[in-house]
T-cell receptor
């Protein structure tokens, strides 16, 4: 039962432009959302998170938007840089729970 | 500070064998979680341990077991290996059960 879905397996963007990654969820109990970034041969590293009491969280070049009514969140990377080329995972949890539910990931390729 | 460490890095086993994977959490972290990432999918939750007690278990068969030691390190054991157990096994540590999870580099298990 896939409760978190990333429907775009890949995204190619030119350096300097915006990358927009999308994520949908089905479990209305989820109230904490995270984005992880993963390079080959490394574990996922935390990028940014958002609580359900907010609709936007910003950290430098990274902004996450949450639309609770649509059960949708997105990650914006502006401007995209070559080092951003990686797999990005969307994850969600219930705040008093212990586990993360992950999407399948989106592979981002930033072209020079 | 050292991050989450996992051993071994790679492992090749044959069907029916047993495997033990090891994880050392970040110093001061008392919770360890295990995730399985099959190629092309996101990480799937297997277990979480907090203060040496199992706090959660994902939808995995009884062939999978784990434990946490007094120093908060952890082992994941898989018996009677199947071809479908081939995956990247990720360990994550957090200060508390519900805290932000930091992932190790993973152990790549190949079952032939």
């Amino acid at each position: 039962d896939q409760q978190v879905k990333q429907n775009s397996p890949s995204l190619s963007v030119q350096e300097g432009r915006i990358s927009i990654l999308n994520c949908d969820y089905t479990n209305s109990m989820f109230d904490y959302f995270l984005w992880y970034k993963k390079y080959p041969a490394e574990g996922p590293t935390f990028l940014i998170s958002i609580s359900s009491i907010k609709d936007k969280n910003e950290d430098g070049r990274f902004t996450v938007f949450l639309n609770k009514s649509a059960k949708h969140l997105s990650l914006h990377i502006v401007p995209s840089q070559p080092g951003d080329s990686a797999v990005y995972f969307c994850a969600a949890s219930v705040s008093n729970d212990y586990k993360l539910s992950f999407g399948a990931g989106t592979t981002v390729t930033v072209r020079a | 500070d050292a991050g989450v460490t996992q051993s071994p890095t790679h492992l090749i086993k044959t069907r029916g064998q047993h495997v033990t994977l090891r994880c050392s959490p970040i110093s001061g972290h008392k919770s360890v979680s295990w995730y399985q990432q099959v190629l092309g999918q996101g990480p799937q939750f297997i277990f979480q341990y907090y203060e040496k007690e199992e706090r959660g278990r994902g939808n995995f068969p009884d062939r999978f077991s784990a434990r946490q030691f007094p120093n908060y390190s952890s082992e994941l054991n898989v018996n009677a290996l199947l071809l479908g157990d081939s995956a990247l096994y990720l360990c994550a540590s957090s200060h508390r059960g519900q805290g932000l999870k930091f992932f190790g580099p993973g152990t790549r298990l190949t079952v032939l």
